[in-house]
């Protein structure tokens, strides 16, 4: 419970500093241009009742998501399930966004940030992608609504971003990410808050103190 309380709290300490951050990038865009900012987090839903399908021959098990055990006899919920296929698709638009960055990027700093960025996200989406497996649950629920992730950017923001160059998509870039980072922190705080699996809530924490380390890092770079 201390470890809990204590990761909770380095959370909640990073949303509010990339929080600032957001506004303050944004700021120097102008009110002009449109960045998404982080929506209400919608990943942090209550214990729901599931059905766990049998074996061969067995008949199907309705339970309470919050006494679901894995294969290897850990505990998660609805909760835990929830932040691992919504962060998948969270993450593969970062990447898409940092994937935009060589080619129109000015700022050689920049272009090393959204490099690192690009790198480290799919050994994160492969952890999350086998911890669904692991557990037999698909990679996508088609109720979620991804669009209304927190810090998701909309259809016409990377359509803007990817028409953007130089100076204009660094700022345009740094604006996005923070915002989009920003969300991940929100997403984090929940699973941390409410899910049930140790080990995601540990993977939680640190996607939270690295992306909080790069909202830092998004900042300097537009400060110049």
Known sequence: MLGRVRTSTLVA???VVAGAVTVAVAARMGSD?????PRPSVSATPPQRVVLPGGPGDEAV?????????PDGSTYNGIDTAFVQMMIVHHEQAIAMANLAPGRAANTRL???ADRIAAAQPFEINFLKAWLKDRGLPENDPGHDHSTMPGMQSEADM?????????????RFATMMTAHHTGALQMAGDVIKGGEDEKLREVANEMAVEQGSE????AQVTAG
């Not at 241009?33 to 900012?37: H, L, V």
């Not at 309705?62 to 894995?70: E, G, H, L, P, R």
């Open 215 to 218: 909202i830092r890092r998004l």
């Open 13 to 15: 300490a990073a949303v």
């Open 33 to 37: 241009e449109s960045a998404a900012a």
């Open 159 to 171: 359509g803007a971003l990817a028409a953007a160059k130089g100076a204009a998509f660094d700022t």
């Open 111 to 113: 272009k090393g940030l």
């Open 62 to 70: 309705v339970t309470d998501s919050s006494q679901v055990k894995a």
